[in-house]
């Protein structure tokens, strides 16, 4: 799906052993979060989640940003002679909709963070399952410099960090390195930029070489359990462990297991 104004996709889609690669394909415009790239991500999210042959998402984008989160220069001429409060309740329900299609998609999504992470492009790296990023990439929820606090981007990043921490780079504004968005948890790793395909390419391989439907019900009662109770949550995750280990594939390789260590 192409921008009125550019006949390139924005949104680039590729699959390779099991592994399907969404690449953000609006360099020009800082990869940001367009309406059509929202619906084309969202959609292609889908596609990849209800076919057989892919177990891992990876999404990547083109040019030097990730993403700079949403398209304000787009925002401003849409909502020109609209209600305003009508036009972005639909707008940030949208991009609520992209957010929830990745947490709640059956098989892991990867973020490969190449540059600037931003606003709900710092949401989006949030929301995915996994994330890496060159060591150089920033990270930010920085639309409180122009007297908005980001407050959709505030649901992801205070799942994914410390309240504190989000509350702090929500409140100031202020940029993130690659290491300490590791070490506050944002993202899983900074490794120099050179290593990022690699890296990416090494954990997506691993996952996808893993029983996919154990990875699907890990995957959810992960999130599920939460935030449950502690006992809630051993309840439920003992009853996904025991359909899980009546699998015909986990038994298998139970059995191969313990006939190796014999």
């Not at 020009?28 to 059509?36: D, Q």
């Not at 939460?226 to 949550?233: C, D, I, V």
């Amino acid at each position: 799906m192409p921008d009125d104004a550019n006949s390139e996709p924005v949104l680039l889609q590729a699959t390779q052993n099991g592994i399907a690669t969404l690449t953000l394909n609006r360099p020009g415009k800082a990869n940001t979060l367009s309406e059509s790239l929202m619906d084309a991500l969202e959609d292609a999210i889908g596609q990849a989640q209800s076919d057989d042959q892919v177990r891992v998402v990876v999404i990547a984008a083109s040019g030097k940003i990730f993403c700079a989160g949403h398209d304000l220069a787009e925002m401003q001429t849409r909502n020109q002679g609209r209600n305003s409060k009508a036009y972005f309740e639909e707008l940030f329900a949208r991009c609520s909709r992209l957010m929830l299609a990745i947490r709640n998609a059956r098989i892991p999504v990867i973020a490969k963070v190449q540059g600037a992470a931003v606003a709900a492009g710092c949401q989006l790296v949030a929301a995915c399952d996994l994330a890496y990023a060159a060591d150089k990439a920033k990270f930010g929820v920085n639309g409180i410099n122009l007297g908005l606090f980001c407050s959709t981007p505030s649901v992801a990043l205070s799942r994914a960090v410390l309240p504190k921490k989000a509350l702090e780079l929500l409140l100031t504004g202020k940029l993130s390195s690659a290491p300490e968005a590791a070490e506050m948890g944002l993202i899983n790793a900074a490794v120099p930029a050179a290593e990022l395909a690699r890296t990416v390419a090494e954990v997506a391989a691993s996952i996808a070489d893993k029983e996919t439907e154990a990875i699907m019900i890990g995957k959810s009662l992960f999130y599920r359990q939460l935030g449950l109770p502690e006992t809630e949550a051993y309840e439920m995750a003992g009853e996904c462990m025991a359909r899980n280990i009546g699998m015909d594939a986990a038994r298998a390789l139970i059995e191969e297991f313990i006939s190796g260590a014999k």
